[in-house]
């Protein structure tokens, strides 16, 4: 029976645990979860677990976390005796090596953020938002050797709300995509999935973010500019230049002004800026170097800006 299907789960991020969990709930036999080695984190540097290695302890499952996976014999030896049936990708930060791929009857399955061919990468939620997009979705695909390039098997869009971050986005595509993963196993072992190769011409790259993503360029339109502050949160943000400091702005919002490129204005304890095509923001949370963050009443009173000051100086 389908239930009976023998997997090894290769995940790290929190994106990853609705995935092995309903795999776990629908019947599967998860052999062995792979997963990055614990990283130190924090001021104390503690050494810290990933959230599916911190799931798959929670599930009672056998952990490898190996340091390397391409040239591993005792790590390619291990996966030789599970025999498992496929392997399930998603978020593990690694590149799958050939041996890998070779390895299980049904493949390497991976389920990734985006409708592909569009938004291959390492940010493809992020991006999605940053660029604007109405809609977005999961696919899972057959892994290849090339970059989110493997045939397509199964996919379902979701729509992406006006105040959608990418905080917000990446639960639900994660609970999308964990169901979506186990009707692909099913209809994999039944023979009822035609994969279907991605049309390269069509494709677009979600590249892993940089701090640089996330400074304000005010020849965009407001609209651009909400769009990149909502996909890069948490990290890197939205961020501009004060009086020679870092200023983050958390919230803003498109607003009926006209006024000259990255110009702040104040209006009683209202704070605005001037933004590409006559188009303006309102900023209404932001959190200057070295301090918390505050409305841009507390920001007006402390700092006064000046008629003309402008950001990104």
């Known amino acids: 029976m389908i239930q009976c299907l023998n997997l090894v789960f290769c995940g790290t991020p929190r994106f990853a645990v609705p995935t092995l969990g309903k795999l776990v709930e629908a019947g599967f036999h998860v052999q062995l979860i792979v997963t990055q080695p614990d990283r130190p984190r924090g001021r104390g540097l503690e050494l810290v677990s990933s959230p ?36 399930v990708v998603v978020g593990y930060g690694r ?95 039944s023979g009822t999935i035609h994969p279907c190769k991605q049309d390269n011409a069509q494709a677009t790259l979600a590249p892993i973010l940089k701090k640089e993503d ?38 803003a919002a498109a607003v009926d002004r006209s006024l000259p490129l990255s110009e702040l204005k104040v209006e009683g304890n209202r704070l605005f800026a001037g ?11 932001l959190q200057l170097e070295g301090k918390k963050r505050t409305s841009p009443a507390d920001f007006i009173r402390g700092y006064r800006p000046l008629p003309g000051e402008k950001l990104g100086l």
């Open 275 to 285: 933004c590409g095509q006559d188009t303006s923001i309102e900023i209404i949370e």
């Open 214 to 251: 996330g400074r304000i360029n005010f020849s965009h339109t407001a609209a651009e500019i909400l769009n990149r502050l909502r996909g890069f949160q948490p990290w890197p943000g939205a961020y501009s230049q004060f009086r020679g400091k870092n200023l983050q702005i958390w919230q």
């Open 95 to 189: 590149i799958i090596p050939q041996w890998m791929l070779d390895l299980p009857p049904l493949g390497n399955i991976n389920l990734h953020a985006s409708l592909l061919p569009k938004y291959r990468g390492a940010a493809p939620i992020q991006w999605a938002i940053a660029s604007g997009e109405n809609v977005t979705g999961v696919t899972t695909m057959k892994i290849d050797a090339g970059l989110d390039t493997g045939d397509i098997l199964l996919q379902q869009e979701i729509p992406i709300a006006p105040n959608d971050t990418a905080e917000t986005l990446a639960p639900k595509l994660a609970a999308l995509g964990a169901d979506l993963t186990v009707t692909t196993l099913r209809n994999l072992q």
């Open 52 to 87: 599916i290695k911190q799931s798959a302890v929670q599930l009672g499952l056998p952990i490898a976390q190996p340091e390397t996976i391409k040239n591993n014999p005792g790590f390619h030896a291990q996966l030789d005796a599970l025999k498992p049936d496929a392997i």
